[in-house]
Nanobody, 113 residues
Framework: QVQLVESGGGLVQPGGSLRLSCAASGFTFSSYSMSWYRQVPGKERELVARITSTSGRTNYADSVKGRFTISRDNAKNTVYLQMNSLKPEDTAVYYC??????WGQGTQVTVSS
């Protein structure tokens, strides 16, 4: 069955970096655009970044442009989110997503001193 397993979250100080990974299985990963979303309690899930399936074109939320980079390795069925210059407002549960497929369990990112 479809599985998306996010990892790499944790506690980091403001200005620090984290690299999130999302390992995918159960579908043809290379055929799907992949996205990272984030959610804080009481708010809707927010699209952070997206990468297309073939051309690898990317787009980002304005709040993370210039700080976050999404990438993918189709040989490893994995999508990444490199997060630099982290801010307290980046604190959230981060999820990866393929259109029309189930959500993963998410990984918590906490930015705090």
């Amino acid at each position: 069955q479809v599985q998306l397993v996010e990892s790499g979250g944790g506690l980091v100080q403001p200005g620090g970096s984290l690299r999130l990974s999302c390992a995918a299985s159960g579908f043809t990963f290379s055929s799907y655009s992949m996205s990272w979303y984030r959610q804080v309690p009481g708010k809707e899930r927010e699209l952070v970044a997206r990468i297309t399936s073939t051309s690898g074109r990317t787009n980002y939320a304005d709040s993370v442009k210039g700080r976050f980079t999404i990438s993918r390795d189709n040989a490893k069925n994995t999508v990444y989110l490199q997060m630099n210059s982290l801010k307290p407002e980046d604190t959230a549960v981060y999820y990866c997503k393929a259109v029309g497929l189930d959500w993963g369990q998410g990984t918590q990112v906490t930015v705090s001193s």
